[in-house]
């Protein structure tokens, strides 16, 4: 009897209490806590074993440990390794930005150079192949890096430096420096990469020499030597007058 | 019948029973070895942090408040667990009953106990997390300011503006709390098995299994609610685990909070107000079995 009565007080309690443990939960998801799915896309991902540890509250802790293991596997150049392990990595914590930007950075800049220096592949453009498809995952993280993080300002810069260094464009470097600008908690020099990027841009001069020379004007501490000189590039490439423009660098 | 001078409910006979309990824990050998465990765990964080280079705040972080979580639930399991089968054998439970002493006032008395150990345990591995991440987060800016002795002194100010909002953060104290509500949780719950099983040994087994089954309730809880192509049988299931089980889920916060996930006040009001409420829901439900237990 008296277990019957504690069963029933269980319940009762259960059924009071789920509708505001729902209503937290969804709360805390809103605010981007738990922002993890516990599929089985992600068991398979990260084992058993893990999988259950992640499911106890030590997801953060495995992500660590995964990531030390990464340097591991950066001291042996495996990059496979570390691709496998920054993909557990991101889905265990995707609101780590560094884990994103690291991962984008191993990929496109570490295993992109060493694909093209690959004294193993004698065909050029197989190198260049491999590199392109580094790049590619590179950019990969860092565009679902973006998805999960939409409010940070560092993997949109993060991206912009990818289209900037590894893919000479300059149109989407710009877009995305800008993007980073307008969010809070941006650098300051983001709004400043934004327009020298702008400027390499064809077509797009006119736009260009607007925001650099906004920047020329809004601060001394602006007026940094790539601004100067990309000013005077676009001073030239649009024949602005000689008296709107900005004094000659000192040689 | 009561003497004219014994009170119903009594807030010092709680307060011996407390100060005991807490005595009687301090001095178990297994409580050391996990504190030290702990201290070594964030101490060794510390170590740790030197293999990275950009993220050693955010292992630090997460050592220290996984460590912390980790031992604050085993302790509140631990030395919850063997509270009555302990009073038991000593036949501490029959002298103290004896006396006019209520059951309820013994259980809130042997909770308290537990609840002031888990509070000190946190309070202390606290302050070692934020000692241990003052010393690194002091360690780096002294680098970068050596790093940078050539930079304009603003670029320098950014740069240390960086690293101290990456090292410390107001957030991490919700944290803490968080995790110390969720300790008072299990702590309770063991109470609560303790009452009608046998022995410690199946009270920790049970509350394992139950640790388990409470971090997979949410997604029991999700189920039940959406799933519509599932049979009767394990909707049943699915509503069994939801309504007994206790979402301990939403009690891990700290993976988030380490990475800048700033906590609305109201909400971390709410999932701290939710953990008390189970806190005092499993022990008014320990009372109740304990109540007319055969001692």
Redesign the interface.
Known sequence: M?FF??FL???M???A??P???A??A??RS?????LN?DLGLREQIGQMGF?AA???????I??VL??QT?VAWERTDWGRILVLFRQITTL?P????FWD?AAWHMAWNAGTAALNDSTQPRLALRIKAQREYFQLGKDFLERGIRNNPERPQLYEALARLYRDKYKDHEHAAEFFGKAAGLPGA??YAKRFAAYELSHCEGREREAYDRLHALYIVSE?ERLPTLLSRLKHLEITLDVPLDQRIPDLPR | MNSPGHRAFSFGRIAAITANTLTELTRLKIFHVVLLFALLLIGSSIF?SQ??F??EF??LK??A??SM??FTSLLAVVATARLLPQDLDDRTLYTILAKPVPRFEYLVGKLAGVLLLLALSVIIMSALFLIALNVREQIVLHETMRQMSASPP?QMA?ALRAVSASAFDMNLFPGIAIIYAKACLLASLTLFVSTFATTSIFTTVVMVFI??IG??Q??A?ESW?QSNSVGWLTRVFLAFV???FP??????????I???????LA?FA??AA?GF??TG?YLL?AW??FY?KEL
């Open positions: 008296r009565a504690v007080s269980l319940a309690f259960g059924a209490k789920w505001a443990e729902h937290i939960s709360a805390h605010e981007h806590f738990r922002a516990f259950v499911l106890s509250g030590f997801r953060s802790l992500a660590d990531f030390i340097h914590q609101r780590e930005i560094l690291m650098p300051s501490n | 740790m293999f990275t950009q993220q955010q292992v997460d050592v408040l996984g979580s980790l603003e950014e640790y388990f971090h997979l949410a997604i809880r609610l939801t309504l007994l979402d301990l889920q939403l009690f891990n916060l700290v993976d988030d380490v990475v800048g996930t700033a906590i609305p909400l709410k999932t939710l409420f189970y829901f439900l109740t079995v007319r």
